[in-house]
């Protein structure tokens, strides 16, 4: 992953200005869903992308070592090797295939860092955690601190914090900011940040792109969508709002800031569309893991599905054919 982002002073006076358009916004994002599709190879190579840019998440209450090893073994090997060599049957190298992390429970990430380690995938599936009271963030800020320490401790490189949303909707920008300062310092010197926006809690667009706003300026590396638990998660509109923020961030600061749209992308064709998001509003520069990521825990099978259809010429597979991650 790039260098962490140092953030910047809150600037108030820019945070003041925003104004979201809604009806652009959505006629943005209609048009975006409405593309056609891409096709046979490219269609593959654009899944395969996907693939590499996904965050394998299990963040239930029923999870123990034996889910969390399978997870992390499916993400160092996501797609059957039996497709790949069908794909890349003409290439003299077969790219590397894996997705960009796993992301699990504070309490499970030393499960996830003994199976990567013991796999020898510890260089290549990052370990994420979220932290922070996750999902609601209802606890003292104290508690939420140690939570981030305790993952990090336990080799958790990625940390998904989420933002206390009353703060948001009572504009106290200034706690805010300061809180998502603390808790980047508690992520250490080695772990990125991902800050949940949980924009289902916000009330607005504008508090969505003021929210982004301030996360960036106290140090987030990424600005994430949801934690998959709210009524309304990952949407398009909102990827657009978001990424126009990363875009002005990166306009006045000349820094790049992730993205990573998280809640209800189960399907190959909702993969498609935020990459193409990601193409449009911010260029080929992030199309990579290191600048975007999409949480997700059933997406993979459906992205299996698609490939194993492209490799063997039409043929659809039942998702129980797959092994489960």
């Known amino acids: 992953m790039e260098d962490r982002n140092p953030g910047c002073e809150l600037d108030l006076g ?6 979201v358009n809604l009806p652009a916004v959505n006629r943005r994002a209609s048009i975006i869903q409405s593309r056609r599709g891409v096709k046979n190879q490219w269609q593959a190579a654009w899944l395969l992308r996907a693939v590499t840019c996904i965050d394998l ?26 497709i790949l060599d069908t794909i890349f049957s003409d290439s003299e190298t077969k790219p590397p295939i894996h997705t960009a ?38 606890c003292p800020l104290k508690t939420r601190l140690e939570e981030i320490r305790f993952a990090v401790q336990n080799g958790a490189n990625e940390i998904d914090i989420v933002l206390d949303r009353s703060l948001v909707l009572e504009h106290k920008w200034q706690e805010l900011y300061q809180e998502i300062q603390q808790m980047k310092e508690a992520c250490g010197e080695k772990a990125h940040m991902k800050t949940i926006l949980a924009v289902g809690d916000l009330g607005s667009l504008d508090n969505v792109y003021k929210a982004s706003l301030v996360a960036m300026m106290a140090g987030s590396d990424f600005i994430k969508t949801s934690t998959g638990k709210e009524g309304v998660n990952a949407t398009l509109p909102v990827g657009v709002v978001m990424c126009r923020a990363i875009a ?31 193409k449009e509003e911010l260029g080929n520069e992030w199309l990579n893991p290191h600048l975007f990521r999409i949480g997700a825990s059933g997406l993979l099978t459906d992205i299996e599905r698609q490939l194993f259809h492209y490799a063997s010429k039409g043929r659809y597979a039942a998702a129980h054919e797959f092994t489960s991650s």
């Not at 961030?249 to 193409?276: C, E, H």
């Open 14 to 19: 820019w945070i003041s200005q925003v104004r």
């Open 57 to 82: 998440t299990t963040l239930s209450g029923d999870d123990t070592w034996v889910n969390v090893e399978r997870l992390c073994r499916k993400a160092a090997n996501p797609v059957s090797r039996d």
């Open 101 to 138: 992390a796993v992301c699990v429970y504070p309490s499970r990430v030393h499960d996830a860092f003994r199976t990567l380690t013991s796999i020898g995938a510890q260089d290549k599936v990052n370990i994420a955690s979220v932290a922070t009271a996750f999902p609601t963030g209802q």
């Open 248 to 278: 002005d961030y990166y306009q006045r600061m000349n820094y790049k800031v992730g993205f990573k749209p998280a809640g209800g992308i189960r399907t190959a064709k909702d993969s498609l569309n935020w990459l193409f998001l990601i």
